[in-house]
């Protein structure tokens, strides 16, 4: 499963929509808590008032009691205007109540005793119509026991009700305050836990996202700036970070590839210039040795001097093979592209080779060319060099003959893709005891007289031709080499 990415922009919007959501938690918390004790302190005085105006109403009532007895045993004309006072006092009092009351217990409660007041007062207003008729004793009677002791009684009873519904109340709301305190006590902790995992996690995320890829950043910056190509910085952290790895390490690599480009140029270049010069000092004296053998070479001489002759004039062949193969690989290539055949490239490069297949009787496979791909017809017209390429896989096919035993198998097959060609080479020989280097002058050979120049010059083909060569080699399977190259080669005309 490919690993998500994660972006520096992303992680910056989510902690700073992390701290707006502190921030907002920490608000909300705050106005809850404010809230609950506003709404409590609103309840708490509402309370506080219910008990003023009913203790108000007692009050009112003793004074009404008051003045019903100024009215009859001080036959104080004034009474019963003070008593109606009070009744208003009560009255306006009992409104307040019915206002303040909230709940059904409290609105009965209210109820209950403004019906005990309406009884008290229907009793005492008949009492100052009657005040003429009445007698002393009667009057006694009804005012200490049937009024004090009955109504009156009756009505401090509903009084002590009233309150003590009212104290339950209160405190119901003092024990839902104490609840209310713990848990904003217990709310206020959790913005600060929140912020401590904000900041671990902030920590942790700058340490492994931030700043453990730029210091691997700046390691590898100086570590490629001291000229070690090699070194690669790990591509981790965030995406931009990793993004400028990456960018690091493809700048390096494209360094490490123009320094060996321009290694391998300057060493050319030198050869270019030595080479040429060497080779014409050494053809001349070559030449005049091979004339010279071969002017002694005749029949009338024993075995043994002609036998050395040869040796001299193959020896000297072999000299000039070494020199014309060097000055070949150092000279500039430049393909001359023409309408051809894969077929008729492998039959060009395989024809010199005939005798040399013949002598060690190998049996050379070649791609079924009518249905060279699975069966399917396809063509094999290709846009490319042909004589470079015969060179090419002359070479290729003479090292995998000497590589082969007798009675051995070599198999040339061909691959064609939308683009490009695969062309490969497999032999049973013993495989290759070294992996060819393409930024090589020379390569190691294996052959007695070998140059060590035909993998190179292969090399240079091919990227000359706009493909590629590559080798695999196991020392029980043999050696197989693969060609690549494209159906069109684009000649670049600036060059």
């Not at 019963?80 to 059904?104: D, Q």
Request: charged share 20%; hydrophobic share 40%; net charge negative.
């Amino acid at each position: 499963m490919a690993k998500k990415k994660t972006f520096l922009k992303d992680l910056l919007l989510v902690h700073e929509l992390a701290f707006i959501l502190l921030i907002f938690l920490v608000a909300t918390i705050g106005a809850i808590g404010i809230q609950l004790q506003e709404a409590s302190s609103q309840e708490s005085n509402r309370i506080n008032l219910l008990v003023q105006e009913v203790q108000q109403t007692r009050g009112d009532l003793y004074r009404q009691m008051k003045e019903l007895f100024d009215a009859y045993f001080l036959e104080d004309t004034e009474a019963l205007n003070e008593y109606n006072n009070f009744t208003h006092s009560v009255e306006s009092h009992f409104v307040e109540l019915r206002k303040l009351a909230t709940g059904a217990e409290e609105k009965k409660a209210i109820h209950d005793l403004y019906t005990g007041y309406q009884v008290f007062l229907s009793e005492t207003t008949a009492l100052f119509g009657q005040r003429a008729t009445l007698s002393s004793e009667n009057l006694k009677k009804i005012l200490n026991t049937g009024l004090e002791s009955g109504i009156f009684s009756h009505y401090e009873t509903l009084l002590a009700n009233t309150e003590l519904l009212l104290n339950q109340k209160q405190l119901e709301l003092e024990q839902k305050l104490q609840k209310n305190k713990s848990k904003s006590n217990f709310l206020l902790f959790t913005p600060l836990i929140l912020a401590m995992l904000l900041l671990v996690f902030s920590r942790i995320f700058l340490k492994r996202s931030i700043v453990r890829p730029i210091n691997d950043v700046l390691q590898a910056t100086s570590e490629i700036s001291a000229g070690n190509l090699t070194h690669k910085a790990p591509e981790e952290g965030v995406e931009e970070l990793a993004a400028l790895s990456k960018a690091i390490n493809t700048m390096a690599d494209k360094l490490m590839s123009s320094q060996e480009s321009l290694i391998r140029s300057e060493k050319q270049a030198a050869q270019g210039l030595l080479v040429p010069m060497l080779a014409h000092n050494i053809r001349n004296p070559l030449a005049s040795i091979r004339a010279t053998a071969q002017v002694m070479d005749d029949p009338a001489l024993d075995t043994e001097t002609r036998e050395s002759i040869s040796g001299i004039i193959n020896t000297v062949d072999r000299l000039e093979r070494w020199t014309g193969a060097l000055l070949a690989y150092l000279h500039p290539l430049r393909p001359q592209p023409t309408q051809t055949s894969i077929r008729e490239i492998v039959a060009g490069a395989l024809e010199p080779l005939k005798q040399k297949v013949s002598e060690k009787s190998i049996q050379l496979s070649q791609p079924d060319w009518p249905k060279f791909n699975q069966g399917k017809t396809i063509s094999d017209a290709i846009f490319t060099d042909q004589h470079l390429l015969e060179q090419v896989l002359y070479n290729l096919v003479l090292n995998a003959i000497d590589a082969s035993s007798h009675h051995g198998a070599i198999k040339i097959a061909l691959e064609a893709n939308k683009d490009d060609f695969l062309i490969s080479i497999r032999d049973q020989g013993s495989g290759m005891p070294f992996t060819p280097d393409p930024s090589a002058i020379s390569a190691p050979t294996t052959k007695r007289f070998g140059t060590g120049l035909g993998i190179p010059f292969a090399f240079k083909v091919c990227d000359a031709l706009g493909g590629s060569l590559q080798f695999s080699s196991e020392t029980i399977t043999g050696t197989q080499v693969a060609i690549t190259l494209p159906k069109k080669l684009t000649i670049d005309d600036t060059q």
